[in-house]
T-cell receptor, first 113, second 113 residues
Framework: ETGVTQSPTHLIKTRGQQVTLRCSSQ?????VSWYQQALGQGPQFIFQ???????GRGNFPPRFSGLQFPNYSSELNVNALELDDSALYLC????????????FGPGTRLLVL | EDQVTQSPEALRLQEGESSSLNCSYT??????LFWYRQDPGKGPEFLFT???AGEEKEKERLKATLTKKESFLHITAPKPEDSATYLC??????????????FGTGTLLAVQP
């Protein structure tokens, strides 16, 4: 068991709505990354937070935003939802900011109708 | 542009029938190549990291190898419990966000008893 938890597990929204997804990091991990995985695709990097600051972003529009809290838990917010936002959203925490110490959570499945 | 291509998309094996999965990559300066296993409804589980051409890593029935352009994941005498999607990802040297990984679309492996 990795210790990274995400909530909710599943979510259904309609186009134009806003959504907040949550991630609890593994104990001692100070870096959180978020990925979007569309059906049949590999995960795509959204952004990364290190000690409450965003320190890297993938090719996603500004309506994808995030937060990291002092206890290193994190949120992903998506505004003005589009149908193409339907995907599995994965959170991954790492001990020292490297993929070698990174563990993925089980993901939140978002369906936009 | 950095790119990862995996083949085949899907592979069906009989229990005990060895085979290999391919991951070809194009990246401007490779820091590391990563293999993950992903079970349905779960996040990716880390298997191996390879850093330089000629490197090999082994874990139970799995062996990963790396050349300058591709990586292979060899599966020896697979069992039904090896059934999963296998993802390959690369991390670029000096690519900004430490944990940004570029994933392929994966190979769906089914091992029949």
């Amino acid at each position: 068991e990795t210790g990274v938890t995400q909530s909710p597990t599943h979510l259904i929204k309609t186009r134009g709505q806003q959504v907040t997804l949550r991630c609890s990091s593994q104990s001692g991990h100070n870096t959180v990354s978020w990925y979007q995985q569309a059906l049949g695709q590999g995960p795509q990097f959204i952004f990364q937070y290190y000690r409450e600051e965003e320190n890297g972003r993938g090719n996603f529009p500004p309506r994808f935003s995030g937060l990291q809290f002092p206890n290193y838990s994190s949120e992903l917010n998506v505004n003005a939802l589009e149908l193409d936002d339907s995907a599995l959203y994965l959170c991954a925490s790492s001990l020292d900011g490297t993929p070698e110490t990174q563990y993925f959570g089980p993901g939140t499945r978002l369906l936009v109708l | 542009e950095d790119q990862v291509t995996q083949s085949p998309e899907a592979l069906r094996l009989q229990e005990g029938e060895s085979s290999s999965l391919n991951c070809s990559y194009t990246v401007s300066g490779l820091r590391g190549l990563f293999w993950y296993r992903q079970d349905p409804g779960k996040g990716p589980e880390f298997l191996f990291t390879l850093y330089s051409a000629g490197e090999e890593k082994e874990k139970e029935r799995l062996k990963a190898t790396l050349t300058k352009k591709e990586s292979f994941l060899h599966i020896t005498a697979p069992k039904p419990e090896d059934s999963a999607t296998y993802l390959c990802a690369v991390q670029r040297m000096g690519g900004g966000a430490t944990n940004k990984l570029i994933f392929g679309t994966g190979t769906l492996l089914a091992v029949q008893p």
